[in-house]
T-cell receptor
Framework: GAGVSQSPSNKVTEKGKDVELRCDPI?????LYWYRQRLGQGLEFLIY????????KSGLPSDRFSAERTGESVSTLTIQRTQQEDSAVYLC?????????????FGNGTRLTVT | AQSVTQPDIHITVSEGASLELRCNYS??????LFWYVQSPGQGLQLLLK??????LVQGIKGFEAEFKRSQSSFNLRKPSVHWSDAAEYFC??????????FGKGTKLSVKP
């Protein structure tokens, strides 16, 4: 079946603008994660959703970042008033269920460039 | 604090040579451990995972990794590297409630 799909694949925006990134998880996957990967860095956890539970937002770097998920489907990550330090690849991943026995399946990411 | 350390930022090996990528973790309990590979322009792909049991795990593409509790390590190995193995490799450990903590990655270059 289809993997995790992210759109757009690339986004260039001006400093101060808002951007919205989209993630379509694998059908049936209840857990969804957002990570950020800055150039030359590892993956930085941002937020995850598990079913109808309250999301774990502990990784969001500032209140300019927010994310929503509709049921167990699409998620959007919104960055308001973008700054140059927000430039990174934003990766979405989903897993069949939350927990240790469910490996994450990653999308190809959205490369965000803030000019 | 929970953390994953990959001491080598960049490694270059000759094609056909053996490979070992290091990973150390700091965790309060026995973690579950993963290795992912990220090829240029591609998403992360799971190579292998360790949950429990046999400490030597086999993965795809001829990779294996060994969990050593006494050394808090989960090093990735391959007996003979191919040019197509050039990529960035990430070690990850299971966080509480399923979240993964990633290392900063090791970039592998392969010389012909």
């Amino acid at each position: 079946g289809a993997g995790v799909s992210q759109s757009p694949s690339n986004k260039v925006t001006e400093k101060g603008k808002d951007v919205e990134l989209r993630c379509d998880p694998i059908s049936g996957h209840t857990a969804l994660y957002w990570y950020r990967q800055r150039l030359g860095q590892g993956l930085e956890f941002l937020i995850y959703f598990q079913g109808n539970s309250a999301p774990d937002k502990s990784g969001l770097p500032s209140d300019r970042f927010s994310a929503e998920r509709t049921g167990e489907s699409v998620s959007t990550l919104t960055i308001q008033r973008t700054q140059q330090e927000d430039s990174a690849v934003y990766l979405c991943a989903s897993s069949l269920e939350q927990g240790r026995n469910s490996p994450l399946h990653f999308g190809n990411g959205t490369r965000l460039t803030v000019t | 604090a929970q953390s994953v350390t990959q001491p080598d930022i960049h490694i270059t090996v000759s094609e056909g040579a053996s490979l070992e990528l290091r990973c150390n973790y700091s965790y309060g309990a026995t973690p579950y451990l993963f290795w992912y590979v990220q090829s240029p322009g591609q998403g992360l792909q799971l190579l292998l995972k360790y949950f429990s049991g046999d400490t030597l795990v086999q993965g795809i593409k001829g990779f294996e990794a060994e969990f050593k509790r006494s050394q808090s390590s989960f090093n990735l190995r391959k007996p003979s590297v191919h040019w197509s193995d050039a990529a960035e490799y990430f070690c990850a450990a299971g966080g509480s409630q399923g979240n993964l903590i990633f290392g900063k990655g090791t970039k592998l270059s392969v010389k012909p």
